[in-house]
C-alpha cells in the first residue's frame, strides 16, 4: 500500500469524496487495485465502460488511430468523425450530430440549440423547462439546468432561463409552459437523481404537450444511451421520439466523449454559433465508433433487456429476504438501483468494497448497479452473492 490517499490530499482538489481504492489496472469486469486486490466493477466508470475494462476492440480501436493520426482540427474532415456521425444518425431518429467532449458539453449544445430555434421560430422564447433532481452537468449553465439547488447554491447567479418542475408530472409541465417556453429537457430515467424511473406513458404525454406547442423535447441521453436501459437509446423504450438528444458516457466506451443529436427541422446551428477544438477528434471518434459498432452488431442492447433482468430478479430476491434493510428496486436494463430504509449507502458501498464488489452510493439511501453491457452471467451471480454477503456484514 502506498500513500496515494495523503498524495492526493496534499495534491489535488478536494472536490470527491472517493472510495478508500486505488484502481491501478482494469479487464473486463473486473479491476485490480494497488495491492493487487480483485474487484467486480460495476460501476463502469460511471457507466462509461460500456464494454468493459480494456475490451480488445476498444484497445486495437485506439491503438490504430493513435499510429495513424491524433488531432487535427474542425478546420478539416476526418473519417473517424464521419464514420461514427453515419453510424448514431442511421441507428437513432435524429438526423444531424455535433461531437463534443463530456456530457455537460453535449447539454450546453442542445441548451444553445433549443434557444436558437426560439429566437427563429418562437419569437424569441427561451426558457427550458427541466425537472427536479435531475442532472445535466456542471459547467455554469448545465448546473443552472440541473434540478438540484445544492448543485448552485455556491455559484449564484446562475444562467436565468430554467424552470424546474417536478419529475414525472405532466400538469406541473403543462402549467409551467408560457410564451417564453423553447423547450422541455428531460432525462428518460433519471440516473444521478436516483435511477427515477417515469410511468409508462409519461414521456408520450410530454411528446404530444412539445408537439402542440411547437417546442423541443430534449432528452439527456448522457447516462441511458447507447444500450445502457436494454434500447438502443432510451427513448425507445417509452415509444417516443425526441428532437434533440444528448450522450456522453456510454458511448465512449471510456473516452472521454459526447454528442448531440438533432432533427432536421430544428438543425439551426450554423458556422460560428458553436465549435469545439477537441470534439469530433480522431482518437476519441475512432474509440467511439468502435464502441458504438460493437454495441449495433452485436445487438447488445437485446442482452442487456436479458441480462439486467436476472440482475434485477436477483436483486429482489435479496430484498425479499431483507425486507427490513431494502426498501425497493427499481430500474430498466443495466441501470438499477436499491433503496435502503436507511442512509448507509455509505457503509454498505464500503462492506462491498471488502466482498471484492465495486458499487455507487448514489444517494444517501441508495446504491446504484450500473456493470459493462457484456458482464456475464457468472459475473452477474457473483456480484450478487457478494452484495448479500455485504448485507449480512453489516
Ligand atoms: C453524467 C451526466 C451528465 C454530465 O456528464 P459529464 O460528462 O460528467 O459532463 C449529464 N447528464 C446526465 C444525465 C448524466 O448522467
Redo the contacts with the bound molecule.
Keep these: 500500500m502506498s500513500d496515494w490517499i495523503e498524495i492526493e490530499k496534499q495534491y489535488y482538489m478536494f472536490c470527491a469524496r472517493r472510495q478508500p481504492v486505488t484502481i491501478v489496472r482494469g479487464s473486463g469486469t473486473r479491476v485490480w487495485d494497488d495491492s493487487e486486490k480483485e474487484y467486480l466493477d460495476f460501476t463502469a466508470g ?1 457507466a462509461s465502460d460500456s464494454l468493459g475494462h480494456c475490451h480488445p476492440v476498444m484497445v486495437d480501436a485506439i491503438t490504430n488511430q493513435a499510429n495513424t493520426l491524433l488531432q487535427t482540427s474542425n478546420q478539416f474532415y476526418t473519417l473517424p468523425q464521419l464514420d461514427l456521425a453515419k453510424l448514431l444518425v442511421e441507428n437513432s431518429c435524429l438526423d444531424k450530430v455535433f461531437f463534443c467532449n ?4 453535449a ?1 450546453e449544445g442542445a441548451i444553445k440549440l433549443a434557444r436558437k430555434y426560439g429566437k427563429e421560430n418562437l419569437k424569441g422564447a427561451f426558457e427550458i423547462i427541466t425537472a427536479d433532481n435531475s ?4 459547467t455554469m449553465t448545465t448546473v443552472s439546468a440541473t434540478g438540484n439547488v445544492h448543485y448552485q447554491e455556491n455559484f449564484l447567479p446562475v444562467t436565468p432561463g430554467f424552470i424546474h418542475v417536478p419529475f414525472n408530472n405532466i400538469e406541473a409541465i403543462k402549467e409551467n409552459t408560457g410564451k417564453n417556453t423553447c423547450a422541455v429537457m428531460l ?1 428518460p430515467i433519471q ?2 437523481g436516483g435511477v427515477n424511473v417515469p410511468d409508462p406513458n409519461f414521456l408520450q404525454q410530454v411528446r404530444s404537450w412539445c408537439d402542440e406547442n411547437n417546442i423541443l423535447l430534449i432528452l ?1 441521453e ?2 441511458t444511451g447507447m444500450g445502457r436501459l436494454g434500447k438502443l437509446f432510451g427513448y425507445e423504450l417509452y415509444g417516443v421520439e425526441p428532437d434533440v438528444i444528448t450522450l ?2 456510454g458511448m465512449g466506451g471510456g473516452v472521454p466523449i ?1 454528442a448531440f443529436l438533432t432533427k432536421d427541422h430544428c438543425d439551426v446551428l450554423r458556422p460560428g454559433d458553436h465549435g469545439s477544438t477537441f470534439g469530433g477528434n480522431p482518437l476519441t471518434c475512432a474509440a467511439a465508433f468502435a464502441c458504438c459498432n460493437f454495441i449495433v452488431e452485436n445487438d447488445l442492447s437485446k442482452y442487456v433487456t436479458q441480462i439486467g433482468s436476472e440482475l434485477k430478479n436477483g436483486l429482489h430476491s435479496i430484498a425479499s429476504n431483507n425486507e427490513s434493510f431494502i426498501k425497493e428496486v427499481r430500474g430498466e436494463g443495466l441501470l438499477i438501483a436499491v433503496e435502503l430504509s436507511e442512509d448507509v449507502s455509505g457503509d454498505l458501498v464500503a462492506a462491498c468494497n471488502n466482498q471484492g464488489l465495486l458499487l455507487n452510493p448514489v444517494r444517501p439511501n441508495a446504491v446504484r448497479f450500473m456493470p459493462p453491457l457484456n458482464v456475464s452471467k457468472d459475473d452477474v451471480a457473483l456480484g450478487l452473492s457478494r452484495f448479500e454477503d455485504a448485507i449480512k456484514s453489516l
Aim: glycine letters at 22%.
Design positions: 460511471w463530456s456530457g455537460a458539453e447539454n442532472f445535466h452537468g456542471r432525462e440516473g444521478e439527456d448522457v447516462q456522453a458516457k459526447g
